[in-house]
């Protein structure tokens, strides 16, 4: 296997901030999970072998009062009232919906349904994690999506602005730690977990070439990592989530994480930006924002490596 340049990245080139996003909230509403935020440190040079690759200003304006809102109603009424029946029947055939399933591993499984968005950007926002999907052509989709909170609201939201949410109880999440690495376009980041000192490539790495297998996770063994988002899509969203049991783990130890950085001819010469999510028992959603100086094109190879861009996870034996 031929060794590839990793080099690790300085701590001056990774700057860590608390992203601001706006929320969205569908009927009675428990208190968000509180979110962090701490400085990242990225420090020293190694070699590896890894072949990985709405600030709104909001105004008070005097507005005169509208009659009564009724009329505005009867007025709506009256229109599709008078609409042909096939036209009627067309408005209830474009709805959109969204349901949800708890699953194993604090999964929820997300069937969409949009008949009138086929083969569509969908974009989908969960407590901070945001991910672009594409509809089937007949407008329907399902994605399986480890949860961040146990009271889960999802939002499944496409381009024009037609909107779909749905929640649900996820009871299985305190026995599970995560971590999410997000972005957009074409950054060449992934995320890697070495479980209790696993080697590269080895049956404790787990990254997106070698996701990890439930069965190992319903052993307490080892975590698993789940691909979201539609890369073709253009501007896709993406993230990469890894979740380990530390609620059922039968050993003790550390699992590492790192993220990694493929310099390549389309991130090469420009500054990549990403979010972190790290959900871990009892303590309160943790953001950050990371912004990688990428090296110039001139040698466009190589990746980068951030050891210390998230916590590792300190586990201890159930």
Request: hydrophobic share 45%; glycine share 8%.
């Amino acid at each position: 296997m031929a060794d590839l340049k990793t080099v690790l990245l300085g701590a001056a080139t990774v700057g860590a901030a608390l992203s601001i996003g706006h929320v969205m909230q569908y009927g009675t509403v428990k208190a968000a999970p509180e979110i962090s935020t701490a400085d990242i440190d990225a420090r020293s040079i190694v070699d590896t072998s890894s072949a990985m690759r709405r600030h709104l200003s909001t105004q008070a304006a005097n507005l005169e009062r509208l009659p009564e809102a009724v009329t505005l109603a009867a007025i709506r009424e009256e229109v599709i009232s008078s609409l042909p029946l096939a036209a009627k029947a067309e408005i209830a055939d474009c709805a959109v919906s969204l349901s949800a399933a708890p699953r194993a591993g604090a999964v929820v499984a997300l069937s969409l349904t949009a008949p009138c968005y086929g083969s569509e950007r969908v974009t989908f926002d969960h407590h901070g994690l945001t991910f672009t999907e594409i509809t089937a052509p007949d407008g329907t989709l399902q994605v399986n999506v480890p949860a961040l909170s146990e009271d889960a609201l999802f939002v499944a939201t496409f381009d024009g602005g037609a909107e779909a949410s749905v929640r649900t109880d996820v009871p299985a999440l305190p026995f599970y730690d995560r971590v999410v690495l997000q972005w957009t376009g074409d950054s060449g980041l992934s995320l890697h977990a070495h479980e209790f000192g696993a080697t590269y490539f080895s049956e404790g790495h787990i990254s997106a070439a070698k996701d990890g297998e439930m069965s190992r996770t319903a052993r307490g063994e080892g975590g698993f990592l789940n691909l979201l988002g539609n890369s073709a899509a253009p501007g896709a969203h993406v993230a990469q989530i890894y979740s380990f049991p530390v609620g059922t783990v039968r050993k003790e130890g550390t699992v590492e994480l790192s993220i990694e950085a493929e310099v390549t001819p389309a991130n090469c010469g420009r500054e990549v930006v990403a979010q972190t999510l790290e959900h871990h028992n009892l303590l309160p959603l943790k953001r950050r924002e990371l912004r990688l100086d990428m090296p110039d094109c001139d040698d466009a190879s190589g990746f980068l490596l951030l050891k210390n861009a998230v916590e590792d996870l300190k586990i201890a034996a159930r």
